[in-house]
Structure formats: structure tokens, C-alpha cells
């Protein structure tokens, strides 16, 4: 009677293993990022200076002036990954104490306190909707995206099961400007850049 999912859940295991090895080893290799989702590997062209970078910046800097000493708004690497979900991902800045980044491979996404994306200008839906799906899937209590597109953004918290899945239940929309806050910690957004306009996609 277990036959049947014993067997699926094998082969997504072994395909997941398979991706995950693909975009370890194409990391160094190719520009941008890729990460892993249950529909596939996305990559991301990111550019390697600018706005996104910027924003990044300021972000982590003001998280780190009002957090303890024992969390860190770290950026870069190792990925984030739940292999019993079948996602990796690697967030732009990752709220996280010290401690757990004591760990020889990739994070548990279970020990984030946060996760926080700026939009990509050539794949905004990578961080509006998949990773709105997959962050809640991956047990991250908290998720703030940052939009230079459109100098907005929003708050995601409160995981709750629904028929698709743990999703988050509240979601607190802000403009740049007013002030957010991300976990226990409120920073301000002003003076975070923006995409040229004629950067933006068509």
C-alpha cells in the first residue's frame, strides 16, 4: 500500500539531489543566481552592481544598528534549503544569530528569523510570487520585499496552514519613506534607490 509514495518521494528526492548539484556547480561558473523551486531551477540574471546591490546594502546596515549583537542581517552565501520540500534558495539579506550560522553546508530555514528580497528587474516574479509560496513551505516566519521598481513593497508574516499549503496570513504593504517593520525591528526606507525608468522591463 506505501509502495506507490515510498517510490514518488524517492524520485523527487533524486531529482531535487540533482538540481541542487547542478546549481552548485554552475555558481561560480555562470553570472547570476539560481536557486531551486518544485517547478525547477530558476536563474536569475542579476546585475552585478546597482540598485539591487544598493538597496541590499542600506538594508543590511540599518537592521544591523537596531538588532542584538548575536543576529546578523547576513548577505551571500551558503543557501537556505529544505530538501523535504524540495527548495533552495539563497535570500538577498537573511536575519539570523550568529550561532546558527555555525553549520558545514546550507542553512536551516527553520533557524531565519527573517528573509528579505529586493525585486529583480529582470524577474520580479521570482520574488513577488514563488518565493512568497516557497518562504511559508520553508517554515521563515518573517518575509519583506523591497521594490525599486515601483519604491514599494510589503511585510509577510503569520504562517498558517491553508489548502495549499502553510501560506503567510498577514501581509503589510509600505511605500519608500515610511518606516517597516521587519521581526522585532523597525528601520526607515528612505533614500533606498531606484530603477531607472527606462531600466524597467517592458
Known sequence: MTVAPDHAQQGASHRYRAMRDFVQSMDDTVPGKFEVTREGIVHDMMAPVGPHELTT???????????????????????????????????????????????PGSFDPRTLIAAVEVVSRSNPGNDWD?????????????????????????????????????????????VYGEDVTIGDWTIATDGLPRYPPDKLPV
Do not use: C, N, Q
Open 57 to 103: 546594502a542600506h538594508l543590511r546596515k540599518r537592521l544591523e544598528k537596531v538588532m542584538p549583537e548575536e543576529l546578523v542581517a547576513h548577505t551571500g552565501e551558503p543557501d537556505v534549503e529544505d530538501e523535504s520540500e524540495g527548495i533552495m534558495r539563497r535570500p538577498d539579506l537573511m536575519v539570523i544569530a550568529w550561532d546558527d550560522m555555525e553549520v
Open 130 to 174: 514563488t518565493k512568497m509560496r516557497d518562504y511559508p513551505l520553508m517554515g521563515i516566519p518573517v518575509y519583506a520585499v523591497f521594490d525599486p521598481r515601483t519604491g514599494t513593497g510589503a511585510v509577510l508574516t503569520d504562517i498558517h496552514p491553508t489548502p495549499g499549503g502553510p501560506r503567510y496570513a498577514t501581509r503589510k504593504d509600505f
